[in-house]
């Protein structure tokens, strides 16, 4: 299994940018799938981003594409979430989450493991 902490989220004005982080640990996070959800008050948990084991291969909903990169560093077991011009509609708890499988289905049923969350807040 694998714990994860995410870390990075705060308040930013509209346009702004921030990096989110997610720690894991364990030894055998390059096994895992890994994405980042993300959960509004009152609204279902959505998927935002998701990469492959290798790094390589990536997939992001319509509503962040061109604006959010999602990257890992397998030597450092920690997966990154880029977000950069930030709306008010990005403001959520955000969850790092890991899957065994190699190509998991976007959706909550298909990962495994969740982090805590951490706070984003976009102002207008």
């Known amino acids: 299994q694998v714990q994860l902490v995410e870390s990075g989220g705060g308040l930013v004005q509209v346009g702004g940018s921030l990096r989110l982080s997610c720690a894991a640990s364990?030894?055998?996070?390059?096994?895992?799938?890994m994405a980042w959800f993300r959960q509004a008050p009152g609204k279902e948990r959505e998927p935002v981003a998701a990469?492959?084991?290798?790094?390589?291969?990536?997939d992001y909903a319509d509503s962040v594409k061109g604006r959010f990169t999602i990257s890992r560093d397998n030597a450092k077991n920690t997966v990154y979430l880029q977000m950069n011009s930030l709306k008010p509609e990005d403001t959520a708890v955000y969850y790092c989450?890991?899957?065994?499988?190699?190509?998991?289905?976007?959706?909550?049923?298909?990962?495994?493991?969740w982090g805590q969350g951490t706070q984003v807040t976009v102002s207008s």
């Open positions: 989450a890991a899957s065994l499988a190699t190509n998991p289905v976007m959706a909550r049923s298909g990962y495994d493991y």
């Open positions: 990469i492959r084991r290798s790094g390589v291969l990536t």
């Open positions: 364990g030894r055998t996070f390059s096994s895992y799938a």
